[in-house]
């Protein structure tokens, strides 16, 4: 299966989840939650930590967004979660 990055207008593709997890947080900005004001990596991280860190709805008042938004993320960390080896991410992002 193949991975492709949706940051912005990026489109870069990767063979595997945990190079793609690895390029959102190396190659793209990072973002500031808009509920707490850390900064993380853009992508599937940012998005981890708005759903792990607050509940849905600081993201919908925060984010401006609505419920089907929500379930697309939540849809998304699914996927990548079950597919991904976060071990491996965690190695890569340590060099």
Do not use: N
């Not at 990767?14 to 190079?19: L, Q, S, Y």
């Not at 992508?43 to 008042?61: D, K, M, N, P, Q």
């Amino acid at each position: 299966m193949a991975w492709e990055c949706g940051i912005d207008d990026c489109g870069s593709v990767f063979g595997d989840v945990e190079d793609l997890v690895v390029h959102q947080a190396t190659e793209h900005e990072r973002r500031e939650c808009k509920v707490c004001g850390t900064v993380v990596p853009d992508g599937y991280l940012a998005i981890r930590h708005a759903f792990t860190e607050h509940s849905r709805a600081e993201y919908v008042r925060a984010y401006d967004a609505d419920a089907e938004d929500v379930r697309q993320r939540e849809e998304l960390l699914e996927e990548i979660e079950s597919e991904a080896d976060m071990e491996r991410i965690a190695t890569e992002l340590k060099r």
